[in-house]
T-cell receptor, first 113, second 114 residues
């Protein structure tokens, strides 16, 4: 089982739609959680950190359920510019004892005009 | 967030040769990391570059193949040694923000080995 699992998609949605991505992680000792956005042939860019209480940034809402080891990202009123790959990232303690980022494989989103 | 630059941005190399990738940050950072992203895949951590000491490598990556230097708090290099076509990938450096676990990535170096 992968440490961080995401549905690879692609999710094809019309402009203005609401779309949700889910992510599950296997390490219950994971400390912090993030969503990154990666455009084609570009580096990942931090979209938002995910807090236990949930957090919202404009059209984006992230939620964390530690009991179920589950993270979600909701995008409302999708724009064409939201088309990208969304990476779920978990910061967990590795075998060496230090915390490191563990990436999901990413979920591709395509917003259609 | 830090501004991170990498050189070269891309290169095409022959098998058996080595390439050194540079990562420069505009501010002092404690933690710097090197990742690999193979075509169609997500990012895999190669090693943590430690200032003043040897890098910490992840399982599957060794110093002889990927030697790393970190001479100060704003600069690091990753060398891909004795390259083979399987090393064709994007190599990214990353830094951790001060006082948080958020990481920021350089633009990447796209390496093709022929």
């Amino acid at each position: 089982r992968k440490e961080v699992e995401q549905d690879p998609g692609p999710f094809n949605v019309p402009e203005g739609a609401t779309v949700a991505f889910n992510c599950t992680y296997s390490n219950s000792a994971s400390q912090s959680f993030f969503w990154y956005r990666q455009d084609c042939r570009k580096e990942p860019k931090l979209l938002m950190s995910v807090y236990s209480s949930g957090n919202e940034d404009g059209r984006f809402t992230a939620q964390l359920n530690r009991a179920s080891q589950y993270i979600s990202l909701l995008i409302r009123d999708s724009k064409l510019s939201d088309s990208a790959t969304y990476l779920c990232v978990v910061n967990a303690k590795g075998a060496s004892g230090t915390y490191k980022y563990i990436f999901g494989t990413g979920t591709r989103l395509k917003v259609l005009a | 967030s830090a501004v991170i630059s990498q050189k070269p941005s891309r290169d095409i190399c022959q098998r058996g040769t080595s390439l050194t990738i540079q990562c420069q940050v505009d501010s002092q950072v404690t933690m710097m990391f090197w990742y690999r992203q193979q075509p169609g895949q997500s990012l895999t951590l190669i090693a943590t570059a430690n200032q003043g000491s040897e890098a910490t490598y992840e399982s599957g990556f060794v110093i002889d193949k990927f030697p790393i230097s970190r001479p100060n708090l704003t600069f690091s290099t990753l060398t891909v040694s004795n390259m083979s076509p399987e090393d064709s990938s994007i190599y990214l450096c990353s830094v951790r923000g001060q006082g948080s676990y958020e990481q920021y990535f350089g633009p990447g170096t796209r390496l093709t080995v022929t």
